[in-house]
């Protein structure tokens, strides 16, 4: 089945500095969603593509969808401490609901 | 608007027992789907409904089944629980054919 790579799977950084996570799949996807989960929450969406070679923005956060639809990347500028969480990409196949997740990537930010 | 909401938050239950989890999505969204979420596996697709269909199904054992009813709320049955089925369980609703999905807070369920 399809699969995720996510990395890195953790992150250690200093308030204010600037944060790279990617994901790379073996499959071809038409959606590629980022979504950061909080203990004991549920994740929240942050950013949705839709395009290769789209780049979204929200805020802090820079999104692009790769050009060869097999991978995308998050950026997340000038870290603040309630960036700390977990993030996750997921991808999606053409006209199916069903999303496939990356492991996720683990960010703690020193104050 | 309302976000997805579900219920009960903390199950706990016994070996052999059977549960069923609810959720209700955003509303005007028909797609539901669910996922488990344990640290081992990661977050793992069960299945989705829309307009009480079943339309796509994850690689679960038959223990796990689901159903929609026509104001697109969903429950999620399993039986014969196992201790390996202790997780987080989601449900994220959609209001469009494919794309973004919204996820409520999840039920977390111990097996013991």
């Known amino acids: 089945g399809q699969q995720l790579n996510q990395s890195p799977q953790s992150m250690f950084i200093q308030e204010g500095e600037d944060v790279s996570m990617n994901c790379t799949s073996s499959?071809?996807?038409?959606?590629w969603l980022w979504y950061k989960q909080d203990p004991g929450e549920g994740p929240v969406l942050l950013i949705a593509l839709y395009k290769a070679g789209e780049l979204t923005s929200n805020g802090r956060l820079t999104a692009q969808f790769g050009i060869t639809r097999k991978d995308s990347f998050l950026n997340i500028s000038a870290s603040i401490p309630s960036d700390v969480g977990i993030y996750f990409c997921?991808?999606?196949?053409?006209?199916?609901?069903?999303?496939?997740f990356g492991q996720g990537t683990r960010l703690t930010i020193n104050p | 608007k309302a976000g997805v909401t579900q219920t009960p938050r903390y199950l706990i239950k016994t070996r052999g027992q059977q549960v069923t989890l609810s959720c209700s999505p955003i509303?005007?969204?028909?797609?539901v789907s669910w996922y488990q979420q344990t640290p081992g596996q990661g977050l793992q697709f069960l299945f989705e409904?829309?307009?009480?269909?079943?339309?796509n199904k994850g690689n679960f054992p038959g223990r796990f089944s689901g159903r929609q009813f026509s104001n697109s709320r969903s429950e999620m049955n399993v039986s014969t629980l196992e201790l390996g089925d202790s997780a987080l369980y989601l449900c994220?609703?959609?209001?469009?054919?494919?794309?973004?999905?919204?996820f409520g807070p999840g039920t977390r369920l111990t097996v013991t």
């Open positions: 509303s005007g969204h028909r797609s």
């Open positions: 409904y829309f307009s009480e269909t079943q339309r």
């Open positions: 997921a991808g999606q196949l053409q006209g199916a609901q069903k999303l496939v």
């Open positions: 994220a609703s959609s209001g469009q054919a494919a794309g973004e999905q919204y």
């Open positions: 499959s071809i996807f038409n959606t």
